[in-house]
């Protein structure tokens, strides 16, 4: 299955962050309350948000040195 089902903007900062295992998914609660969201993951879908991620954070921490001169 290879499909976005809804398509949404978040914004995420400092935030709570939980996540449960449901047989064979991973949810995340972002947030708490009636402020939060919820994204379901497969195992791969997480590896693959994971490994994305880690490149932009790379890229970001990147981008903030100072450059050689």
Same mark, same amino acid.
């Given at each position: 299955?290879?499909?976005?089902?809804?398509? +949404?903007?978040? =914004?995420?900062?400092?935030?709570?962050?939980?996540?449960?295992?449901?047989?064979?998914?991973?949810?995340? =609660?972002?947030g708490?309350?009636?402020?939060?969201?919820?994204?379901?993951?497969?195992? =791969?879908?997480?590896?693959?948000?994971? +490994?994305?991620? +880690?490149?932009?954070?790379?890229?970001?921490h990147t +981008? =903030?040195?100072?450059?050689?001169?």
């Amino acid at each position: 299955m290879r499909r976005v089902e809804v398509g +949404a903007w978040v =914004r995420i900062d400092d935030c709570p962050l939980e996540y449960s295992v449901i047989r064979d998914e991973i949810e995340f =609660r972002v947030g708490d309350g009636c402020d939060g969201l919820d994204l379901v993951f497969t195992e =791969r879908g997480l590896a693959n948000l994971l +490994a994305e991620g +880690a490149d932009a954070l790379h890229a970001v921490h990147t +981008a =903030r040195e100072p450059a050689d001169t």
